[in-house]
């Protein structure tokens, strides 16, 4: 809300207040009212800017980039979405790279260039399937060390069980 955002800014908390930005843009965005939105997002890219946050960074350039779409500024929708576009692969982080790939796919077709949104579509596909296998892949080691933690913890109780057998028998 703007009165969060206003307190954000009083006590001094940029990232909260970039955050509160974000979401305001988002619903003006929502009630058309795109050019408030991106003065909102120029706000949260200057603190961004000042304060680096590569990921909400990224964030904000693509609703900005859709913002501009929206009102018909293919220009500088793709200039942004290239911003973002290039953060993502500093992130090399597949779920970003497959957002960036779609926003461009989504320029490329508003400017005409098929070809290039069906490339830039499957990239984002790819990295997708890609995202996924990754959590797949991250929950299975998970699962894992979990399976193994648990492995040793009842070979330390049957260890545990037979020791107290034995003291048991010395004991007799």
Do not use: C
Request: proline residues 1%.
């Amino acid at each position: 809300s703007v009165e969060a955002t206003a307190m954000n800014r009083a006590v001094g908390a940029p990232f909260a207040t970039s955050f509160g930005l974000f979401g305001l843009a988002d619903v003006l965005a929502k009630e058309g009212r795109f050019k408030e939105a991106i003065q909102g997002l120029d706000e949260a890219l200057g603190i961004y800017g000042r304060y680096p946050n590569r990921i909400g960074q990224w964030f904000t350039l693509n609703a900005r980039s859709a913002d501009y779409q929206s009102q018909g500024d293919v220009a500088k929708a793709n200039a942004d979405a290239e911003r973002a576009y290039a953060v993502a692969k500093d992130l090399g982080i597949a779920i970003y790279l497959s957002g960036s790939a779609t926003r461009l796919a989504s320029i490329a077709a508003a400017k005409g260039d098929y070809h290039r949104a069906y490339a830039l579509s499957r990239e984002a596909s790819e990295m997708t399937e890609k995202a996924a296998r990754e959590r797949s892949g991250e929950r299975m080691v998970q699962l894992m060390r979990r399976n193994e933690s648990q492995s040793a913890q009842r070979q330390i109780d049957e260890l545990t069980r037979r020791r107290e057998q034995q003291a048991a028998q010395l004991l007799q």
